[in-house]
């Protein structure tokens, strides 16, 4: 779904298809002129390092001429976009390799290729079992091996760029920073593996709230977790910024640059890893409800509180001291726990265990109280742990749970006191029980819900999965600490991020009946220093408020929180945030040379279209994932597999359930790209005019040429060359059966002569159902609301018009279409970002499209099934005015008896007319008799194809109430690309 959100920062990053083609040989005759040249260092070449010349010179590999990352973070949600191009400035192909990295918890949601001037866009399709890795995913983000599951994915592509040529390669990626221990830290990657021409890292943050204590950290030099090397020397405690960054703040928008020219790149490393450029900041927050924002149709709800007093905890600690943990490991777990132990408070309990082959107490069947005495005596305990034989996890944590939950269950245990075990290893299950299954299972029937289990693995010889799978079941979390990893600081950081609960038993509720889809709202703990994130979509976002409460316990009492949150308002002062840092950033969208480039000319003003949705899709994205992984039945696993498989697909995010592809460019033996296939436009197509609009008189024209609706009288072409296509045997004939407008539904019935028509007052973000048949033609119909304020003295409050028209075909394999006023998608043999305001023809197979430029969209599915698709354009438009669309069904043939949806339901009825004679004080009424129900009706006239006809119908009222069958609720579908069935069965009675 959209692209316009996965390439909105793309704009940013200025560049010009002029330079893309291949380069002229006069221009390349002294390849380390050329690379100096491009330098662009503003110094006289002989200032030039002899180090840095020398390295130049012995490059043989595409040099990258330049390295450019610019990301936005609005209120805590990051857009980054990288933008990569590389030079290969030999005769012959080389291959280059384009590598990131990227933050673990962030997804890739797009990658582009532009090589020799030619697109190659990525697609993200559902991942095959078993099937083997694509180009372009991350390399263990997907991988079945658990044995090692980093920080950081490395996304990478290997291709050939001819010779004399340039390649750019253009990611995506986003995430929402978590708050860890009072601050939230952004993590951008600087490892280009060589020095680089221009490398600029641009990061404009704005927030709800207002910013406060942001530092940008000097360089950090490790893996992933930002953790030195064992034995080599920390990064020292200073202040000073990265050379040449620049922090500029105004009115809330902060800019953070970092720009090393070359010399300043050699002066730090030769070999390109510069290391992490790490921001940290927080913001303003008070003790209330959090802060909620709105927008069209969407909320995000943050809340953290603060100046609560911490609650008393009952921790076990369970230590793995196998042989594997001998020398540094079990040196720097010591060095942790000791540090760890100076921090219990009076009110805690602890107790702690080791393992091997045999499970040691230290504490036999009790918890005890932080005392001087008992710190001083675990400590000997600590000291004296030695690491020998086999992991024997399963023992360990029976153990450690049977003491945990017999203190709990006890009289001792305080009842609003938080209970936790953390468990640490550094290896796999080798003694006693081996299989996962079974440990997992046992350790469920041995927690039983009373505490949370916190796991953490050293090294890469950990089942992390076990590890993942045993937390989430038991509402904790896991952290990785990789091999060369302090795991001294990384220890006592996590222990920092849960050793001071604040809240228990956390309870987030709405409205009634006011939002649905909502994320996670209840959870076992608050801890300080972090954040509790909830989205949702708003049910009826006509309401004036919302009423928010949060439950909770705190040490002895109980705490409720509430307040009414003035919906309107909300989404006013989040578009006026996110105007703030649209125009700040204004001059550096306009890229004329990504104008002309399919899916990469949309401004950065689509981030506020979208910017609360996507948290609410990223969000329930990761909650499906976290579900399906401790999902007991096979049903249920399915079932989150399904709908975060399709979440991922509709907001394009590379999941471990999706794979991204791309095509790579045809490099021949002499080093030359292959001939391009030649794009054909329908002004190319002799024989495929558009003809003029269909109706009811045959000689009523539109009023304006470039209102037209193209009929197809000959087969539409494909756009990337492929073979032969079937052939579109007859012109599409249009029917009436139509969403129009604020949207305006009229159903025409052929058989019984009538037409009957009814208005859907919809909320801005709901997706309506309109077409359904999944199960026979395999063809779904889905649109999106968007809304504007009703014009000066309407009765309404607010107008609803279809923003996004999708269409998806299951059969004979999956693909879609989908269509916005700027842009169609169309994914079938190949993916297709064609702009709305070119004339072209399509066949991928499957789906066929025919464009016809600011006008409409004619969709075939096979040789029965067409729908045609208006675009609505306004030059100046009024504030109740939105670009939008309206849909037509033009050829129902191929649609079954059973097909469902707003319009579906009703394509194969007969419906018919009856008066109910006046009664008491009551007049003469007319009713519609449709499936043995009567719908009182009255007569109208609506305005169809653009305004270019009139049509007479029967009106239902009241949301066509008894009209269609259930309730206006039953067609509300959870995102774009959802092909579930009517709840109902089939629209027979």
């Given at each position: 779904?959209?692209?316009?959100?996965l390439?909105?920062?793309?704009p940013l990053l200025c560049?010009?298809?002029s330079?893309?083609?291949q380069?002229?040989e006069s221009?390349?005759?002294?390849d380390f002129?050329?690379v100096?040249d491009?330098?662009d260092l503003?110094?006289?070449p002989?200032?030039?390092?002899?180090q840095?010349k020398?390295?130049?010179?012995?490059e043989?590999?595409?040099?990258?001429?330049e390295?450019s990352?610019?990301?936005?973070?609005i209120?805590?949600?990051a857009?980054?976009a990288?933008?990569?191009?590389?030079?290969?400035?030999h005769t012959?192909a080389?291959?280059?390799?384009?590598q990131?990295?990227?933050?673990a918890?962030?997804?890739v949601s797009?990658?582009t290729?532009?090589?020799g001037?030619r697109v190659?866009?990525s697609?993200?399709?559902?991942?095959?079992k078993?099937?083997?890795q694509?180009?372009g995913?991350?390399?263990?983000?997907?991988?079945?091996?658990?044995?090692?599951?980093?920080e950081?994915?490395m996304?990478?592509?290997?291709?050939?760029i001819p010779g004399?040529?340039r390649?750019?390669f253009?990611?995506m990626?986003?995430?929402?920073?978590?708050?860890?221990?009072?601050?939230?830290?952004?993590?951008?990657?600087?490892r280009?593996l060589?020095?680089?021409?221009r490398?600029?890292l641009?990061?404009?943050?704005?927030d709800h709230?207002?910013?406060?204590?942001?530092?940008?950290?000097?360089l950090r030099n490790?893996?992933?977790?930002g953790?030195?090397k064992?034995?080599?020397p920390k990064?020292?405690?200073?202040?000073?910024l990265?050379?040449?960054t620049?922090?500029?703040?105004?009115k809330?928008?902060w800019k953070?640059?970092?720009s090393?020219n070359?010399?300043?790149?050699?002066?730090?490393?030769?070999?390109?890893n510069?290391g992490?450029?790490?921001?940290?900041?927080?913001v303003?927050?008070?003790?209330a409800?959090?802060?909620?924002?709105?927008?069209?149709g969407?909320f995000?709800?943050y809340?953290?509180p603060k100046?609560l007093p911490?609650v008393p905890?009952?921790?076990?600690?369970?230590i793995?001291?196998?042989?594997?943990?001998?020398?540094?490991?079990?040196?720097?777990t010591?060095?942790?726990?000791?540090t760890?132990?100076?921090?219990?408070?009076?009110?805690d309990?602890?107790?702690?265990?080791?393992?091997?082959?045999?499970?040691k107490?230290?504490?036999?069947?009790?918890l005890?109280?932080?005392?001087p005495l008992?710190i001083r005596?675990?400590k000997?305990?600590i000291?004296?742990l030695m690491?020998?034989?086999?992991?024997n996890i399963d023992d360990?944590i029976?153990?450690g749970?049977s003491?945990?939950?017999?203190?709990?269950?006890?009289p001792?245990?305080?009842?609003n006191?938080?209970s936790?075990?953390?468990?640490?290893?550094?290896?796999?299950?080798?003694?006693g029980?081996?299989?996962?299954t079974?440990?997992?299972?046992?350790t469920?029937?041995?927690?039983?819900e009373?505490?949370?289990?916190?796991?953490?693995?050293?090294?890469?010889d950990?089942?992390y999965?076990?590890?993942?799978?045993m937390?989430l079941e038991?509402c904790?979390?896991?952290r990785?600490?990789?091999e060369d990893?302090?795991?001294?600081?990384?220890l006592?950081?996590?222990y920092?991020?849960i050793?001071?609960p604040?809240?228990s038993?956390?309870r987030?509720?709405?409205?009634e009946?006011?939002?649905?889809?909502?994320?996670?709202?209840?959870?076992?703990?608050y801890?300080n220093?972090?954040?509790?994130?909830?989205?949702g979509?708003i049910?009826?976002?006509?309401?004036?408020?919302?009423?928010v409460?949060?439950?909770?316990?705190?040490?002895?009492r109980?705490?409720?929180l509430e307040?009414?949150?003035p919906?309107?308002?909300?989404?006013i002062?989040t578009e006026?945030?996110?105007k703030?840092?649209t125009?700040?950033?204004?001059?550096e969208t306009?890229a004329?040379?990504?104008q002309g480039?399919?899916?990469l000319g949309?401004?950065?003003g689509?981030?506020a279209?979208?910017f609360?949705?996507?948290?609410?899709g990223?969000?329930?994205?990761?909650?499906?994932?976290?579900?399906?992984?401790?999902?007991?039945t096979?049903?249920?696993?399915?079932?989150?597999t399904?709908?975060?498989?399709?979440?991922?697909?509709?907001?394009?995010?590379?999941t471990?359930l999706?794979n991204?592809v791309?095509d790579k460019?045809?490099?021949?033996?002499?080093?030359?790209m292959?001939?391009?296939?030649?794009?054909?436009?329908?002004s190319d197509e002799?024989?495929?005019p558009a003809?003029?609009?269909?109706?009811?008189?045959g000689?009523?024209k539109?009023?304006?040429?470039?209102?037209?609706?193209?009929?197809?009288?000959?087969p539409?072409?494909?756009?990337?060359?492929?073979s032969?296509?079937?052939q579109?045997?007859?012109s599409?004939?249009?029917?009436?059966?139509?969403?129009?407008?604020?949207?305006?539904f009229v159903v025409e019935?052929p058989l019984s002569?009538?037409?009957?028509?009814?208005?859907?007052n919809?909320?801005?973000g709901?997706?309506?159902r309109l077409?359904?048949d999944?199960?026979?033609?395999g063809?779904?119909?889905?649109?999106?609301?968007?809304?504007?304020?009703a014009?000066p003295?309407s009765?309404k409050q607010?107008r609803?018009?279809f923003?996004t028209?999708?269409?998806?075909?299951?059969?004979?394999k999956?693909?879609?279409?989908e269509?916005?006023?700027?842009?169609?998608?169309?994914d079938?043999?190949d993916?297709?970002v064609?702009?709305c305001?070119?004339?072209v023809l399509?066949?991928?197979?499957?789906?066929?499209?025919?464009?016809v430029?600011?006008?409409n969209?004619?969709?075939m599915v096979?040789?029965n099934i067409?729908?045609?698709i208006?675009?609505?354009?306004y030059k100046?438009?009024?504030?109740?005015q939105?670009?939008?669309?309206g849909?037509?069904?033009?050829?129902?043939k191929g649609?079954s008896?059973d097909?469902?949806g707003?319009?579906g339901?009703?394509?194969y009825?007969?419906?018919?007319?009856a008066?109910v004679?006046?009664?008491?004080?009551t007049?003469p009424?007319?009713?519609?008799?449709v499936?043995?129900?009567s719908?009182?009706?009255?007569h109208?006239s609506?305005?169809?194809?653009?305004g270019?006809?009139?049509v007479?119908?029967?009106?239902a009222?009241?949301?066509?109430?008894k009209?269609?069958?259930?309730?206006y609720?039953?067609y509300l579908m959870?995102?774009?690309f959802?092909?579930?069935?009517?709840?109902?069965g089939?629209n027979?009675?």
């Amino acid at each position: 779904m959209k692209s316009k959100m996965l390439l909105v920062l793309v704009p940013l990053l200025c560049f010009s298809l002029s330079v893309l083609g291949q380069l002229e040989e006069s221009q390349l005759e002294d390849d380390f002129d050329i690379v100096l040249d491009d330098f662009d260092l503003n110094i006289a070449p002989r200032r030039v390092p002899r180090q840095v010349k020398t390295i130049l010179a012995k490059e043989t590999k595409p040099h990258i001429q330049e390295l450019s990352i610019k990301t936005t973070i609005i209120s805590r949600y990051a857009f980054t976009a990288v933008y990569c191009a590389m030079l290969n400035r030999h005769t012959a192909a080389t291959e280059g390799v384009f590598q990131f990295q990227i933050p673990a918890d962030a997804y890739v949601s797009n990658f582009t290729m532009i090589i020799g001037g030619r697109v190659y866009q990525s697609e993200v399709r559902p991942k095959e079992k078993k099937v083997k890795q694509e180009n372009g995913k991350p390399k263990n983000k997907e991988s079945s091996d658990t044995s090692s599951v980093p920080e950081v994915e490395m996304f990478r592509v290997a291709v050939n760029i001819p010779g004399r040529n340039r390649a750019i390669f253009l990611l995506m990626y986003e995430e929402l920073l978590q708050r860890r221990l009072g601050r939230y830290e952004h993590v951008t990657s600087l490892r280009p593996l060589q020095l680089v021409s221009r490398l600029s890292l641009d990061v404009t943050i704005t927030d709800h709230s207002a910013i406060r204590d942001l530092k940008v950290l000097p360089l950090r030099n490790g893996k992933g977790s930002g953790a030195a090397k064992p034995g080599a020397p920390k990064t020292p405690a200073r202040s000073e910024l990265p050379i040449t960054t620049v922090i500029k703040n105004e009115k809330n928008v902060w800019k953070i640059t970092f720009s090393p020219n070359i010399v300043q790149q050699a002066k730090t490393t030769t070999s390109g890893n510069l290391g992490d450029f790490v921001i940290r900041y927080d913001v303003e927050r008070d003790m209330a409800i959090g802060h909620i924002q709105v927008l069209n149709g969407h909320f995000v709800h943050y809340f953290a509180p603060k100046d609560l007093p911490a609650v008393p905890k009952n921790v076990v600690f369970v230590i793995d001291t196998s042989a594997s943990m001998l020398g540094t490991k079990i040196k720097q777990t010591k060095e942790a726990l000791f540090t760890i132990l100076r921090d219990l408070r009076p009110g805690d309990h602890f107790n702690f265990i080791s393992f091997s082959n045999k499970i040691k107490v230290w504490q036999p069947n009790r918890l005890v109280p932080v005392t001087p005495l008992n710190i001083r005596d675990a400590k000997k305990f600590i000291y004296m742990l030695m690491p020998t034989g086999g992991t024997n996890i399963d023992d360990a944590i029976q153990t450690g749970s049977s003491l945990l939950r017999d203190y709990v269950s006890g009289p001792e245990s305080s009842p609003n006191s938080v209970s936790l075990i953390i468990f640490m290893t550094d290896g796999r299950p080798t003694v006693g029980e081996v299989q996962s299954t079974s440990i997992l299972g046992n350790t469920r029937s041995a927690v039983q819900e009373k505490f949370c289990i916190f796991t953490i693995g050293i090294g890469n010889d950990v089942d992390y999965r076990l590890l993942e799978r045993m937390s989430l079941e038991n509402c904790g979390m896991m952290r990785r600490i990789q091999e060369d990893a302090d795991a001294s600081a990384m220890l006592k950081g996590f222990y920092d991020e849960i050793g001071t609960p604040l809240l228990s038993d956390i309870r987030i509720n709405y409205t009634e009946d006011s939002v649905n889809y909502v994320t996670q709202n209840l959870f076992n703990n608050y801890f300080n220093g972090s954040e509790i994130v909830v989205a949702g979509k708003i049910a009826n976002q006509s309401a004036e408020s919302l009423h928010v409460q949060v439950t909770a316990s705190n040490k002895d009492r109980s705490i409720i929180l509430e307040a009414d949150v003035p919906l309107r308002q909300q989404q006013i002062e989040t578009e006026k945030r996110i105007k703030a840092v649209t125009s700040a950033m204004a001059k550096e969208t306009k890229a004329p040379g990504l104008q002309g480039t399919p899916g990469l000319g949309t401004s950065l003003g689509s981030i506020a279209e979208d910017f609360v949705e996507r948290v609410w899709g990223f969000l329930t994205v990761k909650e499906e994932l976290r579900s399906q992984l401790r999902s007991q039945t096979r049903k249920d696993r399915e079932d989150h597999t399904e709908k975060a498989t399709n979440l991922s697909l509709t907001y394009h995010f590379l999941t471990p359930l999706t794979n991204m592809v791309v095509d790579k460019p045809e490099v021949l033996a002499d080093g030359t790209m292959a001939t391009a296939p030649r794009v054909t436009s329908a002004s190319d197509e002799a024989a495929s005019p558009a003809n003029e609009l269909p109706g009811d008189s045959g000689d009523e024209k539109p009023e304006k040429a470039d209102r037209r609706l193209g009929s197809l009288t000959s087969p539409p072409r494909n756009l990337i060359g492929k073979s032969e296509r079937r052939q579109v045997k007859k012109s599409i004939t249009i029917s009436k059966t139509s969403a129009d407008g604020d949207p305006h539904f009229v159903v025409e019935f052929p058989l019984s002569k009538l037409t009957v028509c009814f208005n859907i007052n919809g909320e801005p973000g709901h997706v309506l159902r309109l077409v359904s048949d999944h199960k026979h033609s395999g063809v779904t119909v889905n649109g999106k609301l968007v809304g504007a304020p009703a014009p000066p003295g309407s009765h309404k409050q607010q107008r609803t018009y279809f923003s996004t028209i999708t269409i998806v075909v299951d059969h004979p394999k999956r693909s879609y279409i989908e269509v916005t006023p700027k842009k169609v998608i169309l994914d079938g043999l190949d993916r297709m970002v064609l702009p709305c305001h070119s004339t072209v023809l399509v066949d991928s197979g499957v789906l066929s499209v025919a464009v016809v430029g600011n006008s409409n969209v004619t969709v075939m599915v096979g040789g029965n099934i067409s729908f045609v698709i208006l675009l609505h354009h306004y030059k100046n438009p009024a504030p109740y005015q939105r670009d939008h669309l309206g849909f037509y069904i033009g050829n129902s043939k191929g649609l079954s008896h059973d097909c469902h949806g707003l319009l579906g339901q009703f394509l194969y009825e007969e419906v018919g007319l009856a008066e109910v004679p006046a009664h008491g004080d009551t007049k003469p009424s007319t009713v519609l008799k449709v499936k043995r129900r009567s719908v009182p009706v009255v007569h109208k006239s609506r305005k169809i194809y653009s305004g270019t006809q009139s049509v007479n119908c029967w009106f239902a009222r009241n949301n066509a109430a008894k009209l269609i069958d259930g309730q206006y609720e039953d067609y509300l579908m959870s995102h774009m690309f959802d092909t579930g069935e009517w709840p109902h069965g089939t629209n027979r009675v």
